[in-house]
């Protein structure tokens, strides 16, 4: 049986990725001044939030196939997928909170990393369904 230590660590890195990200958005609040529970009024504050949820709203589309792919085809090919996403995270963040035009190379990275994983993971739950009749 694997362990998926190496999974299970880099869902933990996922985990610490979305951190860096809230604490981006206070950094950001504080260079603005705008106090919680304002959301806009400085585009820089509205890009890191933006960039935040974003990434929350990825997270799941992440950790459930990365798991999936690890258990049902491999550990170490799905913990590299996942490396990959959060690369890709981090050059869509750097990128939209510069310029939101700057952000597509992140995006598409970090989105074929979750669909190779996604695919991958319902491609052999298929399989294995069919083969054993299930």
């Known amino acids: 049986m694997q362990s998926h230590a190496y999974v299970a660590i880099v869902s933990l890195l996922a985990l610490l990725t979305y951190f860096w990200m809230s604490l981006l958005v206070g950094r950001a609040r504080g260079k603005s001044g705008i106090k919680a529970p304002a959301m806009t009024g400085d585009p820089v504050l509205e890009r890191t939030i933006r960039v935040h949820y974003n990434t929350l709203e990825w997270l799941p589309l992440l950790l459930v ?3 999936l ?3 049902y085809w491999n550990d170490n090919i799905a913990a590299a ?3 990959v996403w959060i690369a890709g995270r981090i050059l869509y963040a750097l990128g939209y909170m510069a310029d939101p035009a700057k952000r597509e190379v992140g995006f598409m990275i970090q989105a074929l990393a979750v669909a190779v994983l996604l695919f991958g993971s319902l491609g052999r739950l298929v399989y294995v369904l069919a083969i054993t009749g299930a």
């Open 65 to 67: 196939p990365m798991w």
């Open 69 to 71: 792919f690890a258990i």
């Open 81 to 83: 997928l996942g490396l």
